[in-house]
């Protein structure tokens, strides 16, 4: 019997009582990554995750991530669902804590695409006691 690759599957978070996708962007001024989350079902926007401050320095793999108002939560959100490690430091700013990505984003990406993860990343969430 042939055994079949397990393709990525879309990182799913619940936010403000929707099931949402995470669509990858980039900040066009200098080129980071934008997090967008859509509403599974129907895909429309619910909110856009992080915020750009091209002032600020980032390590490769972090995002700021906008944690008030009508964002309140999601960075608890996030860290749940594994999609990010809880934060670093907090910026000068308002309330957008420097988050590192707990899932791997490819260095090049269509814009608009889905977060997925990865069969291994899925069973290592499922199952944190697997170390390959």
Same mark, same amino acid.
């Given at each position: 019997?042939?055994?079949?690759?397990?393709?990525?599957?879309?990182?799913?978070?619940?936010?403000?009582?929707?099931?949402?996708?995470?669509?990858?962007?980039?900040?066009?001024?200098?080129?980071?990554?934008?997090?967008?989350?859509?509403?599974?079902?129907?895909?429309?926007?619910?909110?856009?995750?992080?915020?750009?401050?091209? *002032?600020?320095?980032? %390590?490769?793999? #972090?995002?700021?991530?906008?944690?008030? +108002?009508?964002? =309140?939560?999601?960075?608890?959100?996030?860290?749940?669902?594994?999609?990010?490690?809880?934060?670093?430091?907090?910026?000068?700013?308002?309330?957008?804590?420097?988050?590192?990505?707990?899932? *791997?984003?490819?260095? %090049?990406?269509? #814009?608009?695409?889905?977060?997925?993860? +990865?069969?291994? =990343?899925?069973?290592?969430?499922?199952?944190?006691?697997?170390?390959?």
């Amino acid at each position: 019997m042939e055994r079949r690759a397990r393709r990525p599957e879309p990182v799913v978070v619940n936010f403000l009582g929707h099931e949402c996708l995470i669509r990858l962007h980039h900040y066009r001024i200098n080129d980071r990554l934008a997090l967008q989350l859509v509403d599974r079902r129907t895909r429309q926007s619910i909110t856009f995750a992080t915020v750009n401050f091209p *002032d600020l320095d980032l %390590k490769p793999g #972090e995002v700021f991530i906008k944690d008030y +108002a009508e964002n =309140e939560g999601l960075v608890r959100t996030l860290c749940e669902a594994n999609v990010i490690e809880p934060p670093g430091p907090q910026t000068d700013h308002i309330w957008c804590p420097t988050c590192k990505l707990a899932v *791997d984003v490819p260095q %090049k990406f269509k #814009e608009g695409a889905f977060l997925t993860r +990865a069969p291994k =990343e899925l069973d290592r969430q499922m199952n944190p006691d697997i170390t390959r």
